[in-house]
């Protein structure tokens, strides 16, 4: 016995449900109740028959115990415990064992259990005499410990009251009665050799407090009443033939309250208020949200998560966020969130070395630490981490109807070497870099993902050129819906940021990236990575005099806009942003009372107006049909022109764009039959704070042969500009 209660003493015990409650003892049953600091221990049962019990002290630190009869067991109790300073009642946690064990009886049949089933979940469980006791089971894994304890408020934060139970599965389990919703919880884990490690956040914690604590918090997600039906049901489009405009949004810079406001950040709630409004405003059809996984440090701008099932409490609690997401759905508005299944920080109340050992982690550092961002990497080969990351994927569609994952660093992810020199990185079971379990992963949480949520999609931010990344599973691809074009962003942004003068001498770098756009379902991203880290704003990456740069900014939004491929833009870029982005200050909304930055803004919202309207210019963003050169091979006048199709051929638009200061009057350009053409857009406009160039608003066709075609309109090319010509029907 004096081993047993060194074991409560120390909160060394991992076997609680064996030691504690009722405990059968050589034909006799013994009732042991542990509670430090207490006085005396009394225990009334529900069954009004059976007589109260008083325990005796076996120690004089907190463990109590009585002989019952056989008639007292498996009967429901209560604990009266006497302190110095008063008394305290409680259902006994250690009477609940079943209940408890629960949580590991189908954890692993499938990913989403893990989260219904694991982690602090609230459950209402029939006591013996049918009285409904609420409380909250906890489960959390960590196969190596030699003891958990959950500690928080309830309990002091005192390890020693609440002993966790080990499974044969690896995980550790208890229900406590009585505990509700917004309780705040840790884990005191020991190691292998029972040292303490540092008290560890709920790995599935539901929500979550900012520094110092950490600490997190329980959260009933049955509470929150869902208004978006109509949204949801909306969405079972076929997302490759219709219009898809994204504005990339960090939410805690873009917009700031007031100067006299206590509040550092616009709330979830605050943000349905203006940020939605502004953005169905704007004609863009979905905002993507930098990370809103909880993460310790603001400059990771969420990139460094620790809390994966909980949004950050920055901005407010979860129904905060659901709200946000429900008004984004009511006003038409799709939600994307940026999903880190890459790579986690060390910070020490997270994953790494959860238990003492690296449960999440890969072992050796050539396989389980990245360089960049230096942070530990999932190991994407055990069971019980692949499931992880799948239920977090699942649970993300599930629980706040966020309608797509954009998936992170997936070239970290699919490549063994990926930022590694030679001997620092293992080669896989083939000699080869592929990571192979990352991408039976990926895989796996696409399947998962369109199976459990059809009308949702993934997104993958994939800068090689693996093959296959947005083709089905069973077409031999990794699975994604779509994946950012990271070959047009760099060679657009190369060829844009020349002089004029010498744009000739890099034509390629503007036309090649329609050598391979079919071969995915791409997205054109032009993200916060492009206006950070001495790389410049939109604007300062432009050549030229002020009118220069604003017009090479607002030409290239248009070159943007006509391509094949679904739009994505970061917040700030329509602004004209003078400054790198800073994620501590809120974007430069002032600007806007000047013509140059309200003018680009209006370009922005006529590019979205008028991409949105148009279905030649998304109908076939990913197939042939919809797209050919007209002239790619103007280098002499830096001009390029092409033609985009409507689905079934009725429509079409054509699309010039000229990347020099020099204006193209009587511009020849060859067409597909007779028609009419009408001027769509001219990104020269004056209200775009443009010159305005003559512009031909209406032009027919004539039968002379031009760019290889039978027929051709004359038309005047604006310096600077990208117009867009619509058949006229």
């Known amino acids: 016995m004096q081993q047993v209660v060194q074991q409560f003493e120390q909160a060394a015990c991992s076997q609680p449900f064996s030691q504690l409650g009722v405990v059968e003892n050589n034909g006799t049953f013994l009732l042991r109740i542990w509670r430090p600091g207490a006085k005396s221990i009394s225990v009334k049962w529900e069954n009004a028959a059976l007589p109260k019990v008083t325990l005796q002290p076996v120690s004089n630190t907190g463990l109590f115990e009585a002989e019952i009869s056989k008639a007292h067991c498996g009967h429901t109790y209560s604990v009266n415990a006497e302190y110095e300073d008063g008394e305290h009642t409680y259902f006994d946690p250690y009477q609940f064992t079943e209940n408890a064990y629960h949580a590991v009886h189908f954890i692993d049949a499938k990913p989403a259990n893990l ?138 810079s873009w917009k700031r309250p007031d100067a006299q406001s206590d509040a550092r950040y616009l709330s979830y709630r605050e943000l349905a208020d203006d940020l939605i409004g502004y953005v169905s405003d704007m004609g863009y059809t979905h905002v993507e949200l930098l990370p809103v996984s909880e ?111 954009r998936v992170d660093a997936v070239a970290s992810m699919l490549y063994l070497d990926y930022s590694r020199n030679d001997g620092e990185w293992i080669p896989n079971v083939d000699g080869g870099n592929e990571n192979y379990e990352a991408i039976s992963l990926l895989r796996w949480m696409n399947e998962e993902v369109y199976k459990h949520f059809p009308d949702a999609m993934t997104i ?145 919202k006529a590019l979205n107006t008028l991409y949105t309207t148009t279905p030649a210019l998304y109908e076939l963003d990913h197939h042939h049909e919809g797209f050919a050169w007209i002239d790619h091979e103007n280098a002499d006048q830096s001009v390029v022109s092409f033609v985009r199709a409507s689905k079934n051929g009725s429509q079409k638009v054509y699309v010039v764009s000229n990347f020099t200061p020099v204006p193209r009057n009587n511009f020849r350009l060859g067409v597909d039959a007779p028609c009419t053409l009408e001027l769509a857009l001219s990104t020269d406009d004056k209200a775009f704070w443009g010159s305005d ?11 002379m042969p031009w760019n290889n075609r039978q027929h051709s309109v004359d038309i005047n090319l604006p310096p600077l500009a990208t117009v867009f010509y619509v058949t006229s029907q």
Not at 693 to 703: L, N
């Open 115 to 252: 989260y219904q089933q694991a982690g602090a979940q609230l459950l209402s469980v029939d006591s013996t005499e049918g009285t409904a006791i609420n409380g909250v089971r906890f489960c959390v894994f960590a196969p190596n410990a030699s003891a958990v304890s959950v500690i928080g408020d309830f309990n002091q934060w005192d390890g020693r009251v609440n002993p966790l139970e080990k499974t044969s599965m690896g995980y550790w389990v208890l229900f406590i009665p009585g505990l509700q919703a917004n309780e705040r919880y840790k884990y005191q884990v020991k190691d292998a050799k029972g040292h303490d490690l540092p008290h560890k956040a709920d790995p599935l914690g539901f929500s979550a407090e900012q520094y110092p604590s950490h600490a997190s918090k329980v959260f009933d997600h049955t509470a929150y009443t869902w208004n978006d039906e109509k949204w949801m049901e909306s969405r079972k489009i076929n997302k490759y033939e219709t219009p898809m405009s994204i504005y990339e949004v960090h939410l805690g």
């Open 295 to 405: 993460f310790p440090f603001d400059g990771s701008w969420g990139y460094q998560p620790v809390g994966m099932f909980a949004p950050t409490s920055r901005f407010g609690n979860p129904d905060d966020f659901k709200y946000f997401v429900d008004k984004c759905h009511q006003a038409g508005v799709g939600v994307i969130i940026d999903w880190v299944p890459a790579h986690f920080p060390e910070d020490g109340h997270g994953l790494a070395r959860f238990d003492g050992t690296c449960v999440y982690e890969y072992e050796d550092p050539k396989k389980g630490w990245h360089p960049d961002w230096n942070s530990c990497i999932y190991d994407f080969g055990k069971d019980t981490v692949r499931q992880f990351l799948v239920a977090n994927a699942l649970f993300w569609l599930d629980k706040f109807h966020v309608d797509g994952l």
């Open 693 to 703: 160039f003559a512009t031909v608003p209406r032009v027919v066709s004539t039968p």
């Open 460 to 604: 993958a931010e994939e800068s090689t050129s693996f093959p296959k990344v947005s083709r089905p599973v069973f077409d031999g691809g990794l699975g994604f819906g779509f994946k950012w074009n990271m070959g047009w962003m760099h060679d657009s942004l190369h060829y844009i940021a020349k002089d004029p003068a010498y744009r000739n001498y890099h034509h390629g770098d503007i036309t090649f990236s329609m050598v391979y756009a079919f071969d995915e379902n791409f997205v054109l991203p032009i993200s916060h990575d492009e206006v950070v880290h001495g790389k410049g704003s939109m604007l300062r990456k432009m050549p030229g005099d002020e009118w220069q740069q604003a017009a090479n900014l607002r030409c290239y939004a248009g070159f943007m806009y006509g391509h094949p491929g679904k739009k994505l833009n970061f917040m700030g870029n329509e602004l004209a942003q003078s400054r790198e982005w800073n994620h501590d200050a809120s974007l430069d909304w002032d600007l806007l009372q000047y013509q140059k930055h309200a003018g680009i803004q209006s370009l922005y």
